[in-house]
T-cell receptor, first 113, second 114 residues
């Protein structure tokens, strides 16, 4: 069976510091991978998705970037965090093709102070 | 572009009763998929049920069923025999034809009372 991991679970960072959130998927090959952000009490906003190694599509221009260095690894980064980057970050995967159900990881709660 | 509307920000339901969560959508695609997710206080998004636009039968998964009315562009979730553990936020989501991403509604918070 497939599992998706995210770490860290929670993170408190000062404004202007860098960020690296990691997501890995087990039990599948060549998944489509997604990064979402959720503001408190709100729905999900798609940030990035990837259909393969090194292939990143950005949905919303912002202070963040994403990379996919390995087939089942997806990283969300920032060089300098802003207060507005605070939120709950969720990684998700689907099978190759991307039109199946998306399954989500446990999420990372980021607070920027 | 896809748009999902959930008009109920919060609902209370008595334990063992059924509850219906509303979801309407807007799309110009002929083929699309509709999803419901549950988000408990822990934050994880849990997939509940899927309905394809060409599915003739309404989807069911255990205590969850989807009341799909294509002409009205609605995909309401029905939770039968509510349990305390059903207290959570529920999101309706949609994927269009050949679309990699999901568009989410704003969510509905369900609180089950003993």
């Amino acid at each position: 069976s497939q599992t998706i991991h995210q770490w860290p679970a929670t993170l408190v960072q000062p404004v202007g510091s860098p960020l690296s959130l990691e997501c890995t998927v087990e039990g599948t090959s060549n998944p489509n991978l997604y990064w979402y952000r959720q503001a408190a009490g709100r729905g999900l906003q798609l940030l990035f998705y990837s259909v393969g190694i090194g292939q990143i599509s950005s949905e919303v221009p912002q202070n963040l970037s994403a990379s996919r260095p390995q087939d089942r690894q997806f990283i969300l980064s920032s060089k300098k965090l802003l207060l507005s980057d605070s939120g709950f970050y969720l990684c998700a995967w689907t099978r190759t093709g991307g039109t199946d159900t998306q399954y989500f990881g446990p999420g990372t709660r980021l607070t920027v102070l | 572009a896809q748009k999902i509307t959930q008009t109920q920000p919060g609902m209370f339901v008595q334990e063992k009763e059924a509850v219906t969560l509303d979801c309407t959508y807007d799309t110009s695609d002929q083929s699309y998929g509709l999803f419901w997710y549950k988000q408990p206080s822990s934050g994880e998004m849990i997939f509940l049920i899927y309905q394809g636009s060409y599915d003739e039968q309404n989807a069911t998964e255990g205590r969850y069923s989807l009341n799909f009315q294509k002409a009205r562009k609605s995909a309401n979730l029905v939770i039968s025999a509510s349990q305390l553990g059903d207290s959570a936020m529920y999101f309706c989501a949609m994927r269009g034809t050949n679309d990699y991403k999901l568009s989410f509604g704003a969510g509905t918070t369900v609180t089950v009372r003993a």
